[in-house]
């Protein structure tokens, strides 16, 4: 057995479990428990999806978009993290890419020239080349903090996914969403709660002032996870 989490955008009125809604919120996180199976093939892993899917579905939650290069659908398969890509001084950069080469390590410095490889390689390569603590993020000249921790990964998000926000919305007919991928005890940033993110701002029509200005997401997702601390 395993517990994995999915993300339900939260629109400002009402919250899916019974606890006590607080507007700021922008995701409710819900934990799913299945029966794990094991392996790297893709067939295993989309056969965790799909039990992911089937748990929720007996809890309310349905339908569920699965966020990673192992969705079945083409829309979750394009909202990776390795397919999406993000505007950098007018060229576009794999999100995952750009993610990578901007952190900050307090003893190897920044490696811009990630931004340039193949996003499989950057995050492979990181793990090498990154020496000491991320101290900090610089993207396009500017620094950005490392806290709260998800800020900077799912404000890049956001940022790339905005422009696309009329197709996106189209497409977004979902109630939650899963990353197959994430392992909330092993990693901190998740491509499927980044997009319930945006999914939650563009119905409250902030998803462009968000991915303009980074100080007004951060503050948004602080007061969020202050919301989720006293449920």
């Not at 019974?18 to 989309?46: C, M, P, Y």
């Not at 409250?204 to 007004?216: I, L, P, T």
Request: glycine share 6%.
């Amino acid at each position: 057995m395993a517990v994995r989490p999915i993300f339900v955008p939260l629109e400002g009125r009402q919250a899916h479990t019974k606890s006590d809604f607080k507007s700021g919120r922008l995701v409710e996180t819900v934990d799913i428990n299945v029966k794990w199976h094991g392996g790297f093939a893709v067939s295993q892993k989309q056969k965790n999806i799909a039990e992911i899917h089937r748990k929720a579905a007996e809890m309310g939650i349905s339908p569920i978009l699965e966020i990673s290069t192992k969705s079945e659908q083409e829309v979750g398969r394009r909202l990776s993290a390795f397919n999406l890509k993000i505007e950098v001084h007018g060229d576009m950069k794999p999100l995952e890419s750009v993610y990578q080469s901007s952190k900050v390590f307090s003893i190897s410095g920044q490696h811009e020239f990630l931004m340039d490889t193949d996003p499989f390689q950057a995050k492979r390569e990181i793990r090498n080349l990154g020496k000491g603590e991320i101290i900090a993020f610089n993207f396009m000249g500017k620094d950005f903090p490392t806290t709260p921790l998800n800020a900077f990964y799912d404000w890049l998000y956001i940022r790339a996914i905005a422009p696309h926000e009329t197709w996106v919305r189209q497409n977004m007919k979902y109630a939650a969403y899963s990353d197959v991928e994430f392992t909330p005890s092993k990693s901190i940033n998740c491509q499927a709660r980044a997009v319930a993110e945006f999914h939650a701002l563009s119905m409250r029509g902030e998803a462009v002032k968000c991915a303009e200005n980074f100080d007004s997401f951060r503050t948004l997702l602080q007061w969020s996870q202050k919301d989720d601390d006293h449920l």
